[in-house]
């Protein structure tokens, strides 16, 4: 069984500033997608940004970029001068190359100060 | 297109009633997903669809959960003899193949259901 595991339950973050969420992840297959999802507060889950395990360069997305460590089963997302509209929880997923089904952690609520 | 859309949004029933909840995917979308998500948790798979066949069905997925989806377009999830532990928000998701090698989930706002 494969398993996501966000260890921050809570983050904060002045606006304007940079914060780093945690995930790490546990998966016996070689090949597999790792995603950060955000769902507003009574909104719906997008999708933020999208990784392919077997690409060694980084996914950017505009302010939001991943690290992503293979070996050590880490994906950590990355948001670079945050604002108001970056509240929200957090959620980091998987799933195996040819299923599309999605394993997520239990999220991080990101509150922005302003 | 407006997206997925869930109907009801919210739902308070009473323990041992029957529930259904309906999801409309966005148009063309052959693939429907939904998930369970708990207070305080991260939404877990339910099942899937291609069109109208069932493909994949958790374990989470008791004898009490049915999910149809008769014409390969909106799909429908029904609890029969909800129980306290039901309550959660349902969420459904849809994508379809664009020839990619993986295809974005597009998820609808959910149903928060509640069991008293």
């Known amino acids: 069984a494969q398993t996501v595991t966000q260890s921050q339950p809570e983050m904060s973050v002045q606006e304007a500033e940079t914060v780093t969420l945690s995930c790490t992840y546990d998966t016996s297959e070689s090949d597999y997608y790792l995603f950060w999802y955000k769902q507003p507060p009574s909104r719906q889950m997008i999708l933020v940004i999208r990784q392919e395990a077997y690409k060694q360069q980084n996914a950017t997305e505009n302010r939001f970029s991943v690290n992503f460590q293979k070996a050590a089963k880490s994906f950590s997302l990355k948001i670079s001068d945050s604002q108001l509209g970056d509240a929200a929880m957090y959620f980091c997923a998987l799933s195996n190359f040819g299923n599309e089904k999605l394993t997520f952690g239990t999220g991080t609520r990101l509150t922005i100060i302003p | 297109d407006t997206g997925v859309s869930q109907d009801p949004r919210h739902k308070i029933t009473k323990r041992g009633q029957n529930v259904t909840f309906r999801c409309d995917p966005i148009?063309?979308?052959?693939?429907l997903y939904w998930y369970r998500q708990t207070l305080g948790q991260g939404p877990e798979f339910l099942t899937y669809f291609q069109n109208e066949a069932q493909l994949e069905k958790s374990r989470l997925l008791s004898d009490r959960f049915s999910a149809e989806r008769p014409k390969g377009s909106f799909s429908t999830l029904e609890i029969q003899r909800t129980e306290q532990g039901d309550s959660a928000m349902y969420l459904c998701?849809?994508?379809?193949?664009?020839?990619?090698?993986?295809?974005?989930?597009?998820f609808g706002p959910g149903t928060r259901l509640t069991v008293l």
């Open positions: 148009s063309e979308h052959n693939r």
């Open positions: 998701a849809s994508s379809s193949p664009d020839g990619s090698d993986y295809n974005e989930q597009f």
